[in-house]
Nanobody, 123 residues
Framework: QLQLVESGGGWVHAVGSLILSCAAS????????MAWFLQAPGKEREFVAG????????YYADSVKGRFTISRDLANNTLYLQMNSLKPEDTAEYYC????????????????WGQGTQVTVSS
């Protein structure tokens, strides 16, 4: 059983920065691709960024390209999302996903999920 626990969310002013972390435990040898998704109130969950198993390749939603950076620490089984130049529209619950297929942005392509961490950006 794979467990994913997100942390690092909080409240920040616009143009500020936050770093989200996702600690994986349990069946960590089988993580495949990982990703971050967000879900704003009343909206569907949407893709933010994805990364391959080795951490050598990544892809982003157009809305965060150039502002967010996804990375992973294989030794410590941790996924990160560095978020810079935050905007109020980035306010959402952010979810870590694993057991995924690299290159896809569809929730259905990721088999394991964390519980989420809230990010609130004020103007």
């Amino acid at each position: 059983q794979l467990q994913l626990v997100e942390s690092g969310g909080g409240w920040v002013h616009a143009v500020g920065s936050l770093i989200l972390s996702c600690a994986a435990s349990g069946r960590t040898f089988n993580l495949y691709a990982m990703a971050w998704f967000l879900q704003a109130p009343g909206k569907e969950r949407e893709f933010v960024a994805g990364i391959n198993w080795t951490g050598t390749s990544s892809y982003y939603a157009d809305s965060v390209k150039g502002r967010f950076t996804i990375s992973r620490d294989l030794a410590n089984n941790t996924l990160y999302l560095q978020m810079n130049s935050l905007k109020p529209e980035d306010t959402a619950e952010y979810y870590c996903a694993a057991d995924g297929t690299y290159g896809f942005r569809d929730m259905a392509k990721f088999g394991s999920w964390g519980q989420g961490t809230q990010v609130t950006v004020s103007s």
